[in-house]
């Protein structure tokens, strides 16, 4: 009866993670777009379920609920479906939409998929080989084969996301990197695009003119033939444009690309404002001291990455235990290192899903926006399924760090003898790559900036001229 309930408890909580993602995949991904294929919304409703299992199956290790067996056998029920799903079904489907876009292999979609699907599949398989991240016991067929390919990608990613998302919050957030705009620079921008789509208007007006008169001219030809052209050309010649329609349809293109900028510029101008205005209120100042503290933690994050790199250094102890060790070896203070170690982590490891949760789900769906359209929607939605998967199964694998000795066991028995050490020191390596890249964009985009109004006022007296 126990393993009966705690199989209810657990499929339950899966129903209601598959209609959060049903849910989020209407409302927030496809809210613009045609879904084209159900089987995609259950796909990713079905990795995002098996993703927030993972996480649920992590809190119930901390907290102890359920039955020691029954949990065993739900992380390997899920963690068995979830590689299934990245590496077999989500793969497979999408390369039988990228089949299905070409006409000339529509006929063959599922052979051609599969052919493409056995290339990735030997492409995925030998990206382990450079990376020491099994031991010699393993076998070719080993679960920790796939898992250990897996945990490569999945890392690169969380590392790319991470860093870059530690350099941007702070620059988002702070008053400090805000531009100062003024209600004249919005009105001179607003003027410039309105005299460029004038002149735009005049120009095509221009051309009309001249087609329409040219083309009159040749049916005058061709109605009054060639002899009765040459006996009336003194007196009923039609008169001839002497527009250069090339160089004026060359000029309208080039005023059209310069009203797009001046519009980007100028919704750039209007969002900074709305910012400045924003950074005056009282949630205004809470997310610019926020952002002066996320500064900080990038830098100590960086730091600290650089050290373990140089050190080769890689924690055996989870944070809260060592930081309550420190506490009560330091300070003095009394109490139970393992009763508030396991409470503490509890809340540090809740604090760490929910926001893992939300930034994938704000970056996929910034992903999405970017670049889908109504043609590549399904492929795109399946890169994502494919990348959210990894990007969770990762997560657990480097979250085991942040578990007291005790939870780790079954997780660690469950993902099998991994070398964690190397997935610690690799995820290091990418962080501070992606930071300090980060870092170099921003600043040049930064300074940039102020410049735009520079380059926008020379192409516009050019143009003019």
């Keep these: 009866m126990g393993f009966l309930f705690d199989s209810v408890v657990m499929f339950s909580t899966q129903i209601l993670f598959f209609g959060f993602g049903w849910v989020f995949f209407i409302w927030q991904l496809f809210k613009d777009y045609e879904c084209h294929h159900r089987t995609v919304q259950v796909i990713f409703s079905l990795t995002f379920a098996l993703s927030c299992t993972m996480f649920e199956l992590i809190i119930f290790e901390i907290v102890g609920l359920l039955n020691l067996s029954s949990r065993f056998f739900h992380w390997k029920l899920n963690l068995y479906s979830m590689l299934f799903v990245v590496v077999f079904l989500v793969p497979f489907c999408i390369a039988y939409f990228v089949v299905s876009n070409i006409r000339l292999l529509q006929k063959y979609r599922l052979i051609a998929g599969g052919i493409i699907w056995m290339l990735f599949i030997y492409f995925f398989w030998k990206i382990g080989d450079p990376f020491p991240i099994l031991s010699a016991q393993h076998g070719i067929l080993s679960i920790e084969q796939v898992i250990s390919r897996v945990g490569v990608i999945g890392v690169t990613v969380m590392a790319l996301l991470s860093g870059f998302g530690a350099v941007n919050c702070p620059y988002t957030y702070s008053s400090y990197f ?15 695009l309105l005299q460029t789509c004038e002149l735009i208007v005049n120009k095509k007006k221009r051309i009309s003119v001249a087609q329409q008169m040219n083309s009159a001219n040749r049916d005058a030809d061709v109605r009054s033939g060639i002899w009765a052209r040459f006996r009336s050309a003194a007196t009923t010649q039609l008169p001839v444009s002497s527009e250069n329609i090339t160089q004026l349809q060359q000029d309208v293109k080039t005023h059209e690309e310069l ?121 795109i939605v399946m890169g994502l399924a494919q990348i959210m998967g990894m990007y969770f199964v990762s997560s657990v694998l480097l979250m085991r760090m942040n578990m ?62």
């Design 178 to 192: 805000l531009r100062h705009v003024t209600d004249d620079d919005i009105h001179t921008m607003e003027k410039k």
């Design 404 to 465: 007291p000795e005790s939870y780790r066991t079954i997780i660690t028995e469950v993902l099998g003898e991994l070398q964690f050490q190397f997935y610690h020191r690799w995820f290091d390596v990418i962080f501070l790559v992606s930071a300090l890249s980060s870092i170099g964009f921003l600043y040049l985009a930064h300074k940039q900036a102020p410049e735009k109004h520079t380059v926008r006022e020379l192409h516009l007296s050019s143009a003019f001229t």
């Design 259 to 379: 009203s797009r900028q001046l519009f980007l510029e100028t919704v750039d101008l209007h969002a900074t404002k709305e910012r400045i205005q924003y950074s005056k209120t009282l949630k205004g100042r809470y997310f610019n001291i926020l952002g002066y503290f996320f500064s900080l933690y990038c830098m100590w994050k960086i730091f600290m990455c650089t050290i373990n790199i140089v050190f080769n250094r890689v924690g055996k102890k989870d944070p809260v235990t060592k930081g309550i060790e420190i506490l009560v070896h330091y300070l003095g203070f009394q109490f139970d290192v393992v009763f508030w170690s396991q409470h503490v982590s509890f809340i540090l490891i809740g604090v760490m899903i929910v926001t893992s949760i939300r930034g994938l789900l704000i970056t996929l769906t910034k992903f999405f926006y970017a670049i889908s359209s109504s043609k590549s929607s399904n492929i």
